[in-house]
């Protein structure tokens, strides 16, 4: 615990000067993490960052793409690869909701501080007009495919972001796209609107150039790094893949922003998109639905 503090009060004054996204009053603000649970230095200096940014961007959020915990698994693992790492964020009331990687076991379903309730997979809405869908992308079925469809369609014209470990697109040398998720997923994401995937697999961040009007992200990076795994392909919109990273993210009405950040405070990757227009039998069935 000693180890964690330290860093926390050490790195974190480096955090002050960090330039802001737009921040504004009412906006939903959250950050992404992927394949972070190693118990590493850099986990607890990633941890140590994001602490400090949320004092200045009080994000209440952070979305965690798999790979949770590596290794053993027993209290003490939890302890070491999450707790401890990210001990700011927690005293300050912040929820981390996961999603499940090759990596990670199954009884990390009941570990009340991922959030998933005993689900392989599940939705949670954290502000009004914002749904977040988490998708166990190791054991994609039939029944969380129905399951998939109905809490889209379900959720209509408002934000829909769905994130798991493994990527439909990605330009890693190590794993890359996910070829045969993306054939099960993508007509689902196209079909009900969803606005952006997020995902971790490669040690790295990329931002994919949006794809049948979806906008893809991989940050796979935040406790591991690929150095040099991405290899750069005409998917390619940003990458980097020089030391870990993580990601900030605020949805402001039909506008969200991002930014992607190093372990040294260095903005890598920002920029912002609009809500994808949502097909008219989409807000026709949601309000059906809802009578």
């Not at 090759?102 to 991922?114: E, I, M, P």
């Not at 969380?144 to 470990?165: C, F, T």
Request: with cysteine.
């Amino acid at each position: 615990m000693h180890r964690a503090t330290s860093l926390l009060a050490v790195l974190g004054l480096s955090c002050a000067a960090w330039a802001q996204l737009p921040n504004q009053p009412g906006s939903f603000r959250f950050a992404v993490i992927g394949d972070s649970g190693t118990g590493g230095r850099s986990q607890y200096e990633v941890g140590a960052r994001l602490a400090g940014m949320q004092k200045k961007f009080p994000f209440q959020t952070v979305v965690m793409l798999g790979d949770n915990i590596y290794g053993g698994q027993t209290p003490k693992d939890f302890q070491k690869k999450f707790e401890w790492p990210y001990t700011g964020l927690l005293h300050s009331g912040v929820k981390f909701y996961a999603s499940l990687g090759n990596h990670d076991g199954l009884a990390q379903q009941s570990y009340k501080l991922f959030h998933m309730e005993r689900r392989r997979y599940y939705t949670f809405t954290p502000q009004e007009g914002v749904h977040f869908f988490a998708v166990d992308s190791n054991r994609v079925d039939q029944a969380q495919l129905a399951w998939l469809e109905q809490e889209l369609a379900k959720a209509g014209s408002d934000w829909k972001i769905v994130y798991m470990h493994h990527p439909l697109y990605s330009s890693g040398g190590r794993h890359g796209s996910s070829l045969a998720l993306r054939k099960l997923l993508e007509p689902l994401l196209v079909k009900y609107g969803v606005a952006m995937t997020l995902a971790g697999h490669d040690h790295f961040y990329e931002r994919i150039t949006p794809q049948m009007g979806v906008c893809h992200f991989v940050i796979g990076g935040s406790s591991k790094v690929r150095v040099g795994d991405c290899r750069g392909t005409e998917l390619t919109a940003k990458s980097f893949d020089r030391d870990n990273s993580f990601a900030l993210m605020e949805i402001d009405g039909d506008t969200l922003h991002f930014q992607a950040i190093s372990r040294t405070g260095k903005v890598v990757d920002e920029g912002s998109f609009q809500r994808p227009p949502v097909p008219e039998h989409v807000t026709s069935t949601a309000s059906n639905a809802a009578r």
